[in-house]
């Protein structure tokens, strides 16, 4: 559900979708002479479309760091942008597993059924982000012959968290494409969840702002 943007709080998260105003779009699209050309950009925020929150390049200071990627049709490049609050319009999630079943090729749909039940199984939301979700939220054409899926996954109770991403890594080894993604903790930092299942003492934690280095209890609690 998408919040109006006099309430959203900062600052935002990762992987949060942000809708920005039309005419700040313009304003910057004009002021960046390597965007301002294309079409497919031109367009974008006009057919609804979002951008996505992702960490500060070096140098980013005072505003909100954005992107998105463009389709492989338009050369597959990941555009980098920096707005202020004040040109948001509004401040939404990740699209549901459920959701991107209509954007899915036909054989990822099985695998796609049986994650979406793991996540109800565990108590925990899942979110897309990545190629599929980029197709689903605009029905250009990302997905290709190599694609993998994206999802960002709640952190599950501290006391099963062993046993779910043994059921994760399960379906990978099903599954017709690569199961990628993180798991987030509340404040919206995440660890591949790879990391977690190989039992790795150590984590590289994607932060708001950085990638740092945390133990795994850190990460996800002390046993009880």
């Known amino acids: ?124 939301k899942a979110g897309v982000f990545g190629s599929l979700a980029w197709q689903w939220l605009t029905g250009l054409h990302y997905l290709g012959p190599g694609s993998d899926i994206d999802i960002a996954w709640a952190l599950p109770p501290r006391d099963r968290m062993e046993s779910f991403v043994d059921d994760l890594a399960d379906i990978e080894s099903r599954a017709p494409m690569r199961l990628d993604g993180e798991l987030i903790r509340h404040d919206g930092s995440g660890v591949n969840w790879r990391e977690v299942h190989g039992g790795d003492a150590d984590l590289a934690l994607k932060t708001a702002t950085e990638v740092v280095m945390c133990s795994r209890e850190a990460f996800i609690g002390e046993p009880a």
Request: charged share 20%.
């Open 1 to 124: 559900m998408n919040l109006p943007a006099r309430r959203f709080d900062l600052p935002l998260r990762r992987h949060q979708l942000v809708r920005i105003c039309p005419a700040a779009w313009d304003a910057l699209l004009a002021s960046r002479v390597d965007l301002g050309n294309d079409p497919l950009l031109r367009e974008w925020v006009r057919n609804g479309w979002p951008l996505i929150v992702r960490r500060p390049m070096p140098g980013e200071v005072g505003g909100l760091s954005l992107g998105l990627p463009l389709p492989p049709s338009a050369g597959k490049r990941r555009i980098a942008v920096q707005l202020q609050p004040d040109h948001v319009v509004s401040v939404g999630s990740l699209p549901s597993l459920h959701s991107v079943m209509q954007a899915s090729p036909n054989a990822w749909l099985p695998c796609l059924r049986e994650l979406d039940e793991l996540a109800k199984a565990y108590g925990v």
